[in-house]
């Protein structure tokens, strides 16, 4: 870490952001942000999306099938997230689009190291110069351009360009940058080192809650099965209810259809940006997933039988 970091303990903390500075932030690039067109749910992973402000300092600048999230800040930027290898130019793009300058990202942030996230860190870092980021196993994974077979989708993830030197984040450390301060929560089970992320944004005098939620589905490979493996079945579980738990008014997902996000944004949305409720109900939604992935995977054995 630089002198601009520092690790601060203490799962669930959520710590406010400046502003000010965040205001000043977000207006003076609100002329390239305008209202862009809907992406639509179920879009491809690599289908292109104007960039979006979607709270204060916190930009939309992924794809209609991937997140990436730019944090801005006094002293730097912040990205969650890379995509895929084919999605990483139009992630740099984006942020070109939106006048900020690829030199002052000096973090790139993961969720969990699948292709599909982090398949696009190798030109990102190459590019930025920034330093990723990420938890326990995954941060091997980024390392070797693919995980091991504790990740339950091993046989069936694509492998992706290594990134060197990965920075190891623990559980409940926060990441700080100037006036940004991101905190890093184990939620594996989806991944060994699944991890999500949690800060404030602000708009004038309100500050929210915002919640970078790992992906927590129960998503397999044909040969994994969460009944065989009781200690992961719990920790996704437990992962399950930390995310439902907490404190988040607004709620990304690395998958943006996972949060519902197309329908919460634009002109056309159906349902509040902001809603106090959506990491209860995210947990709601992938603990049905996982008992009917537990069903099947039952149902699977009785046929053998």
Request: glycine share 10%; with cysteine; hydrophobic share 40%.
């Amino acid at each position: 870490m630089t002198s601009e970091t520092r690790a601060v303990r203490g799962r669930g903390q959520v710590l406010a952001l400046a502003a000010l500075a965040a205001n000043g932030l977000f207006q003076a690039h609100a002329a390239s942000a305008a209202e862009p067109p809907a992406c639509k749910p179920g879009s491809d992973w690599n289908t292109p999306a104007p960039p979006r402000r979607l709270y204060g300092n916190v930009w939309f600048v992924g794809t209609c099938g991937l997140s990436s999230v730019l944090v801005t800040g006094d002293r730097g930027h912040i990205l969650l997230d890379g995509g895929t290898e084919r999605s990483a130019p139009l992630i740099e793009a984006n942020i070109r689009r939106l006048g900020f300058r690829l030199k002052d990202v000096r973090y790139l942030l993961n969720s969990h190291g699948h292709f599909d996230h982090a398949g696009g860190f190798a030109r990102l870092q190459r590019d930025t110069g920034a330093t990723v980021v990420a938890r326990g196993d995954d941060a091997a994974a980024i390392e070797n351009g693919r995980g091991t077979r504790t990740d339950p989708q091993f046989l069936s993830a694509d492998p992706f360009a290594p990134v060197a030197n990965v920075h190891r984040i623990a559980d409940g450390e926060t990441l700080a940058l100037g006036t940004l301060a991101l905190t890093a929560h184990a939620t594996p089970g989806h991944t060994p080192g699944g991890t999500s992320w949690t800060w404030s944004a602000c708009e004038g005098t309100r500050c929210v809650n915002v919640v970078y939620a790992d992906s927590l589905t129960a998503y397999t490979d044909d040969e994994y099965r969460y009944s065989d493996q009781a200690e992961v079945l719990s920790t996704l579980r437990a992962s399950i209810a930390a995310v439902a738990a907490l404190p988040c008014e607004l709620l990304i997902t690395p998958h943006p259809d996972a949060s519902l996000l197309w329908e919460r944004t634009g002109a056309g949305a159906k349902s509040p940006l902001l809603d106090d409720t959506a990491c209860r109900r995210y947990g709601e939604r992938s603990t049905a997933f996982l008992e009917k992935r537990l069903v099947k995977e039952n149902e699977s054995v009785q046929r053998k039988e």
